[in-house]
């Protein structure tokens, strides 16, 4: 017999977790998981509402064409519906599929097979001969007006020789190397890296700054129509590339007609094994039936064509060396290992380490130094071992012997209860010390100018300091003797922590390094008790008082402030001149009583400024969505938060614009 109550609740989960990787893939750019992945869930749901109401029901959610638009952008209409294609995993699937059209239509069809780039969809639409405007899929129904940013890709015909209206659509990508040249530029300017080429074409073609959108070195290429308003100077699709790039219109050249199942698969396995000569990604093969006049005839799902379907290739796979395991100590002590691989490009990036999170996944894995192992990325973004190639296993190797102790001070590691990971629970450990202090000085903190990683290394390496208190007790004139450093900038760096010492207590709170106490949940602690007296001094059940401190925030708080160790730094931190007191910042009280939360990209404000200005006036900052926020304030690119906040119904949603007024700052 089901069991409604437990279905119901899957049911609700999987619903929750499609549409957050709905919002990662459209709106962020951001995938976490790949296709494949996204399908599988997609398919579990379908299967469970099925078993609920014992029959295949029109789920809104799975109808949805996913959403690329911003909060606020310009939209222009579609002329007709951008769909989505349905997707195939394997060669019995997409033999499935082929059958079941052969059996609706009383006919083995001709079949049009092109390459499926991985990039970001894209529509033309002409008027008289003339490029009009360019925008985005959007929701499918309308996209963002991305024209101005699309004009700066080379080759694109400005005028065509069909004089009815007309929508032409395609895919921006970048393409292999310059996406490789991109990430090496941004590496090493600091910036973050994107994740795959996809993720760049899509947050590239929205910039502002359209020499920016021109250096990102975009292309598209083209593959179909939407809206036509006369008649279509072709009957099939392969005549539609013929005459796209008749036009002017670059087209993918690897593509066929196959007129049998067994040629479209030979077409599909022999195109999967040279993805690699490609001079941009792929992930699969489209095959559409070639006849329009067919087309017509199977239709659409309220989703998708039923004329077309997408043979998705297995996530990429690459074999390379595993040189060595290092294992990295973080500020809290955790200890996880990290696998040194000979550089190997796989899925649009380079990737010469991966993490292997902890010492059960190297006993899983079996794993020793100088195995050949099968990488891939998981979502086509994170790299991950998925097995050692023992064929290629050196016979002298030897399985690795997992440390008992910190490889940084060798204090015996201790596994935390029902956890995974292994700690170093020795405070004065030098890795943890380094890590600590890394934090405590980064820009969210105390903001000390030029205490960087390298920096801190070489400080604690030549003696300069030991401990995190440390800091505030620097001999100058030792680091102005150091090389490639001097007086300048040991004045420099003085200045920078003679200024910390300033910061209020929400930042030094934070720079403590408390387990889950991140930047918001540090500023309404910090507000709450208003000193770190009284902070050290609270109940759990004072703790569980602030606005978003749970149980487990409270418990490591308990913690924290229960170690002798760490009293001892607060004290010699305020002997030092530390600020440890709350010092409001208020100029007004127009917001008194009102929470906030900013997510997106503002156009006149960084978030941190925002975030201050509203504190300014007297507005509290929460850290999420919840019956306790009263406004969102949204800008571009934003999120999860957004979609949250609209199902709550609770929440008043606006923009930067409405913020600034209502704190009396509009222009």
């Not at 996204?38 to 295949?56: F, I, M, N, S």
């Not at 991985?118 to 929701?139: C, K, Q, S």
């Not at 290394?457 to 450093?485: M, P, V």
């Not at 408390?514 to 001094?537: D, K, M, P, S, Y």
Request: aromatic share 8%; proline share 4%.
């Amino acid at each position: 017999m089901i069991d409604k109550d437990l279905l119901n609740k899957e049911i609700a989960r999987l619903r929750a977790e499609i549409e957050r990787h709905d919002m990662l893939y459209h709106e962020l750019a951001n995938p976490q998981i790949s296709d494949y992945e996204y399908d599988q869930l997609v398919r579990r749901l379908k299967d469970l509402e099925a078993q609920l109401t014992g029959t295949e029901t029109k789920d809104a959610l799975l109808e949805k064409v996913g959403s690329d638009l911003r909060p606020g952008a310009r939209t222009i209409p579609h002329k007709a519906r951008m769909m989505s294609l349905d997707n195939v995993y394997s060669p019995q699937e997409l033999q499935a599929w082929m059958q079941k059209l052969q059996e609706d239509l009383g006919l083995m069809p001709e079949y049009c097979l092109e390459l499926k780039i991985d990039g970001f969809g894209i529509n033309l639409f002409y008027a008289a001969g003339r490029l009009v405007y360019a925008t985005t899929r959007g929701d499918g129904v309308e996209g963002e007006d991305v024209t101005e940013n699309f004009l700066t890709l080379p080759n694109i015909p400005r005028q065509i020789s069909y004089h009815g209206e007309i929508e032409i659509r395609g895919e921006i990508y970048i393409p292999s190397a310059d996406f490789l040249s991109l990430n090496e530029a941004r590496q090493d300017s600091g910036e973050r890296l994107f994740a795959n080429p996809r993720n760049a074409a899509a947050g590239s073609i929205k910039l502002k700054d359209r020499e920016e959108v021109s250096r990102r070195k975009l292309q598209a290429l083209f593959y179909s129509v939407g809206y036509l308003g006369s008649e279509a100077p072709f009957t099939s699709q392969s005549q539609l590339l013929d005459w796209l790039e008749s036009q002017g219109f670059k087209v993918a050249k690897h593509r066929c007609v196959c007129k049998n199942p067994s040629d479209v698969l030979r077409f599909c396995e022999d195109t999967e094994q040279m993805r690699g000569e490609f001079a941009y990604e792929i992930d699969g093969i489209v095959i559409k039936v070639n006849s329009m006049d067919l087309q017509k005839k199977l239709g659409f799902t309220a989703k998708s064509p039923k004329w077309a379907i997408a043979y998705k290739f297995k996530p990429e796979e690459k074999e390379t060396k595993l040189l060595k395991v290092e294992y990295q100590v973080g500020r809290t002590g955790a200890v996880t290992p990290v696998a040194i691989l000979d550089p190997v490009y796989i899925s649009g990036s380079t990737v010469s380490r991966c993490t292997l999170h902890n010492f059960d996944e190297i006993k899983r894995l079996d794993i020793r130094e100088g195995d050949t192992v099968r990488l891939i990325k998981s979502g086509e973004i994170i790299p991950k071992i998925l097995n050692v190639n023992l064929a290629m296993r050196l016979p002298e190797s030897n399985p690795l012997i997992l440390p008992g102790k910190c490889p940084a001070c060798e204090t015996p590691l201790a596994r935390e209860q029902e956890g995974a990971l292994e700690y170093c629970t020795n405070p004065d450990c030098p890795a943890q010390i380094a890590r600590r202090i890394e934090h405590f000085a980064s820009r969210d903190a105390m903001d000390i100018m030029g205490f960087g990683t390298a920096m801190i290394t070489r400080f604690l390496e030549t003696g300069i300091i030991s401990s995190l208190a440390d800091i505030y007790h620097i001999d100058y004139q030792k680091i102005a003797a150091l090389d490639r450093l001097g007086e300048k900038s040991a004045a420099n760096l003085q200045t920078a922590v003679e200024a910390s010492k300033q910061q209020n207590f929400d930042r030094s709170l934070y720079a403590l390094g408390i387990r889950f106490v991140g930047a918001v949940t540090a500023r309404n602690l910090a507000q709450h008790f208003g000193g770190i007296e009284a902070l050290i001094a609270a109940s759990k059940d004072e703790l569980i008082s602030v606005p978003e401190v749970g149980e487990t925030i409270a418990d490591a708080i308990l913690v924290f402030f229960g170690n002798p160790h760490n009293l001892e730094l607060i004290r010699r931190l305020q002997d030092s001149g530390v600020n440890f007191r709350y010092q409001s910042t208020q100029s007004s009280a127009v917001l008194a009583g009102k929470t906030f939360l900013i997510t997106g990209s503002l156009e006149r404000y960084g978030r941190k400024e925002m975030e201050q200005l509203i504190m300014q006036h007297s507005g509290k900052i929460l850290s999420g969505v919840s019956s306790s926020l009263d406004y969102l304030v949204v800008g571009d690119k934003a999120g999860s938060k957004l979609d949250k906040a609209r199902k709550l119904g609770t929440v008043k949603i606006i923009d930067e614009a409405e913020m600034l007024r209502m704190m009396g700052m509009a222009e």
